[in-house]
Each structure stands twice: as C-alpha cells, then as structure tokens.
C-alpha cells in the first residue's frame, strides 16, 4: 500500500483544515487507517485512527471534539476534518495503515506510511 498524504498549509489560529491521504492498491478496506503528528525533536504522536468500515474512529484527548477523521473505501482515501486549530497543533501531520484487527495508538503496530503534510497554525 503507498499512500499520499495532503492538504497540508499554513493556517490562523481557530480556522479548519482538511487533510486527506489517498492509497493506492485494491485492498485499502482491509486497513485500519491512522493520522499522526510530528514536530521537530519530539516523537511521533497519536492523533486519530479508523477502523477498516469506518464504523469506529478512536482520537487523542488533545484534538477530541475538533478534529474528525472519516474514510471514503470507495476513493481510497481517509480524511481528517481539523476545526478550531490551535498553536500547538502545529506538526508534520503523517497517514498510516495498519493490517491488524485492533484499532491502535501506537505507531508502531502500523505497517505502511505516508509522507508528512505540514500544518502550520499561527497564534
């Protein structure tokens, strides 16, 4: 699976972004999908995953009730909706997929990545 992550730029404080990540390959349903962040010096970090329906989408604390990640099997691609962006979410923002059953956080567990698409919020 290749994905290709973006609709990344540079944002105000409280304006929405939308990132999408597109997979090539006729398998992309049978992937639980993940987004995660990276800002320079730090670790990648959990921001959102879903599962292989799209049914269940698990985020983290930082970004619940401002950020949505949805997937559409039929394009191939999953979405995350970011509203009321702050400062501090501002990262190199990655898409993973991951062949296992359970949903995860860890990035670890996922086998395939896109490149980053940065997002940029000014205070």
């Known amino acids: 699976v290749q994905l290709q992550a973006s609709g990344g730029g540079l944002v105000q404080a409280g304006d929405s972004l939308r990132l999408s990540c597109a997979a090539s390959?006729?398998?992309?349903?049978?992937?639980?999908m993940g987004w995660f962040r990276q800002t320079p010096g730090k670790e990648l970090e959990f921001v959102a995953t879903i599962s292989r329906s799209g049914g269940t989408t698990i985020y983290a604390d930082s970004v619940k009730g401002r950020f949505t990640m949805s997937r559409d099997n039929a394009k191939n691609t999953v979405y995350l909706q970011m509203n009321s962006l702050k400062p501090e979410d501002t990262a190199a923002y990655y898409c993973?997929?991951?062949?296992?059953?359970?949903?995860?956080?860890?990035?670890?567990?996922?086998?395939?990545w896109g490149q980053g698409t940065q997002v940029t919020v000014s205070s």
């Open positions: 390959g006729r398998t992309f349903s049978m992937y639980a």
């Open positions: 993973a997929a991951d062949s296992s059953t359970m949903l995860s956080r860890r990035a670890t567990q996922y086998d395939y």
